[in-house]
């Protein structure tokens, strides 16, 4: 069965300070993996996604992540944090045969708060 | 482009009542997802539509849960009767096809009392 564990459940960083949220998953083969936000109120909004090709990848609001095989490992970064990144942070796992499109299995989540 | 759009927001009922939320997807999309989520932990899938057929409602306790998408366009899900550990946020979500992102709604937060 697949798997997700985000290992922080709160993470504090200061306003312009790097951020690293961490995800380790569990599955069978190659994943669909996708970082997701979550602000107060609102949807899931997608962050960035991967599933082959380079194992960096870009996503919307300066974010990246990069996918290391070796570790199960899928952690979300980003070089300088804005106030307003401040929500919960889900890493997610699907199936890459049917291209990730259902059963995502979705971690605990990461609250990041952001002092100024 | 109109989002996912869900109603009510907030709901508050005591146990044993019944309660149902609605979910319109974005246009064209063909494929909608119900998910729970309780507080403290990640969305879970309770069941997935393809148009107006049932993927996936393995996660569903249809004891009490139920949902339907009678023409291929909106859908409803609900409980009856409620119970306290169903408080949680309900997410809707669509997507073009099985192999398309997701796209979700604000959510609907339930507060069994």
């Known amino acids: 069965a697949q798997s997700v564990t985000q290992p922080d459940i709160h993470i504090t960083v200061s306003e312009g300070a790097s951020l690293e949220l961490r995800c380790n998953y569990s599955y069978g083969a190659t994943p669909y993996l996708f970082w997701y936000v979550q602000s107060p109120g609102q949807g899931l909004q997608l962050l960035l996604k991967?599933?082959?090709?380079?194992?960096l990848v870009q996503g919307i609001k300066g974010f990246e992540a990069e996918f290391k095989r070796s570790q199960s490992s899928f952690n979300l970064r980003k070089p300088s944090v804005h106030w307003s990144d401040a929500a919960e942070y889900f890493c997610?796992?699907?199936?890459?045969?049917?291209?990730?499109?259902?059963?995502?299995?979705f971690g605990t989540g990461t609250q990041l708060k952001v002092e100024l | 482009e109109a989002g996912v759009a869900q109603s009510p927001r907030y709901k508050i009922i005591e146990k044993r009542q019944s309660v149902a939320f609605w979910c319109n997807p974005i246009s064209g999309h063909a494929t909608l997802y119900w998910y729970q989520q309780i507080l403290g932990q990640g969305p879970k899938l309770l069941i997935q539509f393809q148009n107006n057929g049932v993927v996936d409602d393995s996660q569903l306790p249809k004891d009490r849960f139920s949902a339907e998408r009678l023409k291929g366009v909106d859908s409803t899900l609900k409980i009856q009767p409620a119970k306290l550990e169903d408080s949680a946020v309900y997410l809707c979500?669509?997507?073009?096809?099985?192999?398309?992102?997701?796209?979700f709604g604000p959510g609907t937060r339930l507060t069994v009392l």
């Open positions: 997610a796992v699907g199936p890459i045969l049917t291209g990730g499109g259902n059963k995502l299995t």
């Open positions: 979500a669509s997507s073009l096809g099985l192999n398309n992102e997701q796209f």
């Open positions: 991967y599933f082959s090709g380079d194992t």
